[in-house]
């Protein structure tokens, strides 16, 4: 072997060697820099997988208030529908009368004794009498005055109408006649 052959192969193992320790190199570093690539993924799903639980969490929470509406609502709908079943809506007309007045005129603001209405009861002013017996008793809400309670029938007072009780004569014609809805029970 001569001379330069030697040092040819000398260089070439200089070379080898040198290339592979520069591989070596890059290969720790790129392991290095994916080691704490792999570390900052970690990080990353443990934080998605912390968030994806609390939003498990909401979602269950969420969930439940669903039910809970969902519930309520249907309570709701069966409490309406009662309601529906024992009330009615009429478009009435309404007249009041006061037969407490002294100015009071028989056989218009009372028949008979205006002291007494047909349930036998004083006529209180709140009150109202009604055009039907079958209405005797029971609870009327008439739009914008308030709930009033039928304990008199009207002898001029229409069969599906109310006659509303005043404490005076001037209160009852200052109403006059008034066409209202009213929530009445069935």
Not at 15 to 31: D, N, P
Not at 37 to 58: G, T
Not at 62 to 70: C, E, G, I, K
Request: a negative charge; proline letters at 4%; aromatic letters at 8%.
């Amino acid at each position: 072997m001569k001379n330069d052959d030697v040092k040819a192969i000398f260089l070439f193992v200089v070379l080898f060697v040198g290339l592979m320790l520069y591989l070596s190199y890059i290969t720790r570093e790129a392991h290095s820099q994916t080691q704490e690539q792999l570390k900052s993924v970690r990080v990353m799903v443990e934080h998605l997988e912390e968030e994806n639980e609390a939003l498990r969490a909401r979602r269950d929470a969420l969930q439940a208030n669903v039910d809970r509406l969902t519930l309520e609502r249907r309570e709701v709908l069966e409490k309406m529908q009662m309601w529906l079943d024992e009330w009615q809506v009429e478009v009435m007309e309404i007249t009041g009368y006061a037969p407490g007045d002294p100015d009071a005129v028989e056989g218009t603001c009372h028949d008979g004794n205006p002291d007494v209405t047909f349930s036998g009861e004083p006529p209180i002013p709140g009150e109202t009498a009604a055009g039907h017996i079958d209405r005797l008793g029971q609870r009327a809400y008439v739009m914008g005055r308030g709930f009033y309670r039928i304990n008199d029938i009207g002898g001029a007072v229409g069969m599906y109408d109310l006659d509303l009780c005043f404490a005076n004569k001037k209160e009852a014609l200052e109403w006059g006649v008034r066409r209202l809805p009213v929530v009445i029970k069935r």
